[in-house]
């Protein structure tokens, strides 16, 4: 085992030096003397990290984020081959020479999807395995395993078995194995894409205590940036492959804005529409700037969001159904018309009560659920992990029972759960989908192209959209639509300009008649697409209203601009801008 | 849902052993099962293992294993009855069938495939209770000494049937959540999905062994070449080998002695001599190793 003990804490935890790297399967091999790159998933990626830094590496999807970390961990190319070229060192060890095992005395890998990475039956032999790898003595690994546990709030789960584990709680199980050794480097996947809003934070100040008072480096790959930025000392932007921007968190902003608008955060869009500078990486600093902005002016003094105490008169942005909508029709998200309300609902969920496991470990999901889902209507489905959501969607497409009460969908149901590549068997999306219905089906999702592809071959986003496409396939037709179309979870790994097409596609089925719920811990998606939003507190519904109302009564369930200005009805950024503006910008 | 065949973690022998000690154990049956032709040592066999599992506290996977085997059984006795022409006893005359050319139902043929079809239960039976009752885990730490330098076999030893399992349920609910226009999925086709899906997995369970240092020298092999460490060993190991080994002795010597007195072909010879019945009272006796004293 390498002597991590002997090596001085200046050597940088991660340099990485001009790397370029294809994997196998790629179309064209990696070929520095002519230039041809077009295959490379990383290309001349230099980066350092030093000591205790806290790295934030952004990009759109397949922008190279996952093979960078992979190339960190020795996973490329020990693991999935292919050619690279550069050099790339973990706490002073040649990554390329030494394998994944090696440095897995440096470095903790959490991977995107947890599910993947979880080897053992219980979560306390899953922690352990690490430091028994290794060898180190009961002891040791008892006192280990149990704070580690306590760190990530999962003692409670140390005695179960990980296929009783819902997504977020796997999440922290995984995460949990790659700290119990304290390696000098973490390298993390997405490692908020399951978790619930409460939960996410949670995590990353967890991260950023880790990071404090461990001294441990960590690179963090993420999509929602909002979460984390405040807590990074620096962002890695990659583009293509390469290195596009690496710098200050605000700088980043401000390359953002300019360079790629779909990695601007909700408060830094808000400030930027209202002409604010500078942009802020979080709420804390947002509100500061605003403060110190009014305080300059002489005009109100302390806290944004105080409009009692203020005095000062919000009207919410139009785009608030409580603005300017008739009673019983909803607004379109992207500015059209009102959607139809139509009759009868497309379900509904009467005292339903469902309970889940198996002998003593059997127990309440559902609580006496009430919910009515109205044709044309945008649900999301909000609430911490193991709260109900997929049981509740499950429930109404027949996949589960419950024991009491009833969930009706009269039209029928399509349900598109967590793991799209479950829907996928076949070895061509032509032949998952054959026939004129099949074919329409694809090109409401916008894949009529790929009907030659292997569905293997296809990016996440657009196995997520085949999947869809086979659930509603032969439903897609007018009065054959589902009457509703539930999704669980559907933008885990999703960039920005994916979860766009998302709330085209939902709105499409929407104005087709369905009524759509999706059940999601996004906050700033859940704001972007839904106009009601029902949020699900440990299998009870306790809170049931407007996306507007909802998403900006609270802390954790609140989008970043409705924490920034704390304003009823107020959650998006152009909603924000034109409240600053209707107040009188500072 | 969970699958029955997924391993459950219940205080008792069988699990309690190391993994070894199960293998010996339960593969003894199989062994049995495999050396002998006669129905009388099979159903033994079958009983034995399907002791051994509610004994276990695995009636689930062994309910689930009987309801498969049997209907692979049955499977077997149909294709030998029409593809095997030999045998004396023709039951049934099917005349000229396409592909199969003249087809003569013979009541060897049919037992010749019950023989076979039994063999298959059994094996599925006993790795239902293999899979049902023996830590993966565990499994997964004893063959670090060999397979340390290759995650993937030890992944695939350990957690192919474990995965394969977690999914059924999945893809089964995603099968039943295609549109009407989707292809429908066939059996085959969910099996093989099933199949690829958990081979995918398992490489990706091997990524993670590989990143939790699994491929690092053990150190128990740097202490000394110690393969198996004492902390797997347990108080039912010796119980298990101990029956393994006289199953399996038993066996040999019956075989020697003229115990599996069964011939199918030209005509049904099942000769039951005391030396059969005997093996076969001590194959059924085996299947309660797994019982606690105190039950």
Same mark, same amino acid.
């Given at each position: 085992?390498?002597?991590?003990?002997s090596?001085?804490?200046?050597?940088?935890?991660?340099?990485i030096?001009?790397?370029?790297?294809?994997y196998?399967?790629?179309?064209?091999?990696?070929?520095?003397?002519?230039?041809?790159?077009?295959a490379?998933?990383?290309?001349?990626?230099?980066?350092?990290?030093?000591?205790?830094e806290?790295?934030?590496?952004?990009g759109?999807?397949?922008?190279?984020?996952?093979?960078?970390?992979?190339?960190?961990?020795?996973?490329?190319p020990?693991?999935?081959?292919?050619?690279?070229?550069?050099?790339?060192?973990?706490?002073?060890?040649?990554?390329?020479?030494?394998?994944?095992?090696?440095l897995?005395?440096?470095?903790?890998?959490?991977?995107?999807?947890?599910?993947t990475?979880?080897?053992?039956?219980?979560?306390?032999?899953?922690i352990?395995?690490?430091?028994?790898?290794?060898?180190?003595?009961?002891?040791?690994?008892?006192?280990?395993?149990?704070?580690?546990?306590?760190?990530?709030?999962?003692p409670?789960?140390?005695?179960?078995?990980?296929d009783t584990?819902?997504?977020?709680?796997?999440? @922290?199980?995984?995460?949990?194995?790659?700290?119990?050794? !304290?390696?000098?480097?973490?390298?993390?996947?997405?490692?908020?894409?399951?978790?619930?809003p409460?939960a996410?934070?949670?995590?990353?100040?967890?991260?950023?205590?880790?990071?404090?008072e461990?001294?441990?480096?960590?690179?963090?790959?993420?999509?929602?940036?909002?979460?984390c930025?405040?807590?990074?000392?620096?962002?890695?932007?990659?583009?293509?492959?390469?290195?596009?921007?690496d710098?200050?968190?605000?700088?980043?902003?401000?390359?953002?804005?300019?360079?790629?608008?779909?990695?601007?955060?909700p408060?830094?869009?808000?400030?930027?529409?209202?002409?604010?500078?500078?942009?802020?990486?979080g709420?804390?600093?947002?509100?500061?700037i605003?403060?110190?902005?009014?305080?300059?002016?002489?005009?109100?003094?302390?806290?944004?969001?105080?409009?009692?105490?203020?005095?000062?008169?919000?009207?919410?942005?139009s785009?608030?159904?409580?603005?300017?909508?008739?009673?019983g029709?909803?607004?379109?998200?992207?500015?059209?018309?009102?959607?139809?309300?139509?009759?009868?609902?497309?379900?509904t969920t009467?005292?339903?009560?469902?309970e889940?496991g198996e002998?003593?470990?059997?127990?309440?999901?559902l609580?006496?659920?009430?919910?009515t889902?109205?044709?044309?209507?945008?649900?999301?489905?909000?609430g911490?992990n193991?709260a109900?959501?997929?049981?509740?969607?499950?429930?109404?497409?027949?996949l589960?029972?419950?024991?009491?009460?009833?969930?009706?969908?009269?039209?029928?149901?399509?349900?598109?759960?967590?793991n799209?590549?479950?829907?996928?068997?076949?070895?061509?999306v032509?032949?998952e989908?054959?026939?004129?219905?099949g074919?329409?089906?694809?090109?409401?999702?916008?894949?009529?192209?790929?009907?030659?592809?292997?569905?293997?071959?296809?990016s996440?986003?657009?196995?997520? @959209?085949?999947?869809?496409?086979?659930?509603?396939?032969?439903?897609?037709?007018?009065?054959e639509?589902?009457?509703?179309?539930?999704?669980?979870?559907?933008?885990?790994?999703?960039?920005?300009? @994916?979860?766009?097409?998302?709330?085209?596609?939902?709105?499409?089925?929407a104005?087709?008649?369905?009524?759509?719920?999706?059940?999601?811990?996004?906050?700033?998606?859940?704001?972007?697409?839904?106009?009601?939003?029902?949020?699900l507190?440990d299998?009870?519904?306790?809170?049931?209203?407007?996306a507007?109302?909802?998403?900006?009564?609270g802390?954790?369930?609140?989008?970043e601009?409705? !924490?920034?200005?704390?304003l009823?009805?107020?959650?998006?950024?152009?909603?924000?801008?034109?409240a600053?503006?209707?107040?009188? !910008?500072? | 849902?969970?699958?029955?065949?997924?391993?459950?973690?219940?205080?008792?022998?069988?699990?309690?052993?190391?993994?070894?000690?199960a293998?010996?154990?339960?593969?003894?049956?199989?062994?049995?099962a495999f050396?002998?032709s006669?129905? &009388?040592?099979?159903?033994?066999?079958?009983?034995?293992?399907?002791?051994?599992?509610?004994?276990a506290?695995a009636?689930?996977?062994?309910?689930?294993a009987?309801?498969?085997?049997?209907?692979?059984a049955?499977?077997?006795?149909?294709?030998?009855?029409l593809?095997?022409?030999?045998?004396?006893?023709?039951? &049934?005359?099917?005349?000229e069938?396409?592909?199969?050319?003249?087809?003569?139902?013979?009541?060897?043929? &049919?037992a010749?495939?019950?023989? #076979?079809g039994?063999?298959?239960?059994?094996a599925?039976?006993?790795?239902?209770?293999?899979s049902?009752?023996?830590?993966?885990?565990?499994?997964?730490?004893?063959?670090?000494?060999f397979?340390?330098?290759?995650?993937?076999?030890?992944?695939? #030893?350990?957690?192919?049937?474990?995965v394969a399992?977690?999914?059924a349920?999945?893809l089964r609910?995603?099968a039943?959540?295609?549109?009407?226009?989707?292809?429908?999925?066939?059996?085959?086709?969910?099996?093989?999905?099933?199949?690829?899906?958990?081979?995918?997995?398992?490489?990706?369970?091997?990524?993670?062994?590989?990143?939790?240092?699994?491929s690092l020298?053990?150190?128990?092999?740097?202490?000394?070449?110690?393969?198996?460490?004492?902390?797997?060993?347990?108080?039912?190991d010796?119980?298990?080998? &101990?029956?393994?080994?006289?199953?399996l002795?038993?066996?040999?010597?019956?075989?020697?002695?003229?115990?599996?007195?069964?011939h199918?072909y030209?005509?049904?010879?099942?000769?039951?001599?005391?030396?059969t019945?005997a093996?076969?009272?001590?194959?059924?006796l085996?299947?309660?190793?797994?019982?606690?004293?105190?039950a």
């Open positions: 085992m390498p002597d991590l003990a090596r001085p804490r200046t050597v940088p935890a991660l340099e030096e001009r790397l370029s790297y294809a196998p399967t790629a179309s064209a091999p990696l070929t520095t003397d002519t230039g041809a790159k077009g490379l998933a990383l290309r001349d990626v230099s980066l350092t990290l030093a000591p205790g806290f790295a934030l590496l952004a759109r999807s397949a922008s190279g984020k996952t093979t960078l970390l992979r190339a960190a961990c020795g996973l490329v020990h693991f999935h081959g292919g050619e690279i070229e550069g050099r790339i060192e973990v706490a002073g060890m040649d990554a390329i020479a030494s394998g994944p095992g090696e897995a005395a440096a470095v903790g890998y959490v991977a995107q999807d947890p599910e990475q979880i080897v053992s039956t219980t979560v306390a032999a899953e352990a395995l690490p430091l028994e790898m290794r060898g180190d003595p009961p002891a040791v690994r008892a006192r280990a395993v149990e704070e580690v546990a306590l760190a990530l709030a999962v409670h789960l140390l005695d179960r078995t990980v584990l819902s997504g977020g709680e796997l999440q @922290r199980v995984a995460l949990a194995a790659a700290l119990v050794t !304290r390696p000098r480097l973490v390298l993390l996947d997405e490692p908020t894409s399951q978790l619930d409460v996410g934070d949670e995590l990353i100040w967890l991260l950023r205590r880790l990071n404090e461990w001294g441990v480096s960590i690179l963090l790959a993420e999509h929602r940036l909002e979460r930025l405040a807590a990074a000392d620096r962002v890695v932007a990659m583009t293509a492959g390469a290195v596009s921007f710098g200050a968190p605000t700088d980043f902003l401000a390359w953002a804005q300019t360079s790629d608008a779909a990695l601007e955060t408060a830094a869009r808000l400030f930027s529409l209202s002409g604010i500078d500078p942009l802020p990486t709420v804390r600093q947002a509100r500061n605003l403060s110190s902005a009014e305080t300059q002016l002489g005009r109100v003094s302390g806290q944004w969001g105080s409009p009692q105490r203020s005095g000062v008169r919000f009207s919410p942005h785009r608030s159904r409580t603005a300017a909508t008739p009673a029709e909803k607004p379109s998200k992207q500015g059209g018309p009102p959607l139809p309300r139509q009759d009868p609902p497309a379900a009467r005292a339903l009560w469902v889940l002998g003593e470990s059997r127990r309440d999901v609580r006496g659920i009430d919910l889902v109205s044709r044309g209507e945008r649900i999301a489905l909000m911490r193991g109900g959501k997929s049981t509740l969607l499950r429930t109404f497409a027949g589960v029972k419950p024991v009491r009460g009833k969930a009706e969908a009269p039209a029928g149901v399509a349900l598109l759960s967590q799209p590549s479950d829907y996928l068997v076949r070895e061509r032509g032949d989908l054959p026939g004129g219905a074919r329409a089906a694809l090109r409401t999702v916008g894949l009529e192209h790929a009907m030659e592809s292997d569905p293997r071959d296809l996440g986003g657009e196995r997520q @959209r085949l999947a869809l496409a086979i659930a509603l396939a032969g439903r897609m037709e007018g009065a639509l589902p009457g509703l179309v539930a999704l669980d979870e559907p933008t885990r790994g999703m960039d920005r300009a @994916r979860k766009h097409e998302l709330e085209d596609l939902i709105e499409g089925l104005r087709g008649g369905a009524g759509v719920v999706v059940a999601t811990h996004d906050v700033e998606f859940a704001a972007a697409f839904a106009e009601r939003v029902v949020l507190g299998g009870v519904a306790i809170a049931d209203g407007s507007e109302e909802v998403l900006s009564g802390w954790y369930f609140a989008t601009v409705a !924490r920034i200005l704390d009823p009805g107020v959650i998006t950024s152009e909603q924000g801008a034109a600053l503006a209707t107040r009188g !910008r500072p | 849902m969970r699958s029955p065949f997924a391993y459950t973690p219940r205080p008792g022998p069988l699990q309690a052993a190391s993994p070894g000690a293998v010996a154990y339960l593969g003894a049956l199989v062994a049995v050396l002998y006669s129905p &009388l040592v099979l159903a033994a066999a079958g009983t034995s293992a399907v002791f051994a599992g509610c004994s506290g009636g689930g996977a062994v309910r689930v009987l309801r498969m085997g049997l209907t692979l049955l499977l077997i006795v149909v294709v030998n009855a593809v095997v022409g030999r045998g004396e006893t023709v039951l &049934l005359r099917l005349g069938l396409p592909l199969l050319g003249r087809v003569d139902v013979t009541a060897e043929a &049919l010749a495939g019950a023989v #076979i039994l063999r298959a239960a059994v599925m039976v006993a790795f239902a209770v293999y049902a009752c023996v830590d993966p885990d565990r499994v997964l730490r004893a063959l670090r000494p397979a340390g330098r290759s995650a993937l076999t030890a992944a695939l #030893i350990s957690r192919l049937v474990p399992a977690a999914d349920a999945r609910d995603a039943r959540l295609r549109g009407p226009a989707a292809a429908p999925l066939g059996r085959a086709a969910l099996a093989r999905r099933l199949l690829t899906g958990s081979l995918d997995r398992a490489v990706d369970v091997a990524a993670t062994l590989e990143l939790r240092g699994y020298t053990s150190p128990d092999a740097a202490r000394g070449g110690v393969l198996v460490s004492r902390r797997f060993k347990s108080r039912y010796r119980r298990f080998y &101990l029956v393994g080994v006289i199953v002795v038993a066996a040999i010597v019956g075989k020697l002695v003229g115990a599996d007195g069964f199918a030209p005509t049904i010879e099942l000769g039951v001599e005391p030396a019945i093996l076969s009272v001590l194959v059924v085996a299947g309660l190793a797994p019982r606690r004293r105190n």
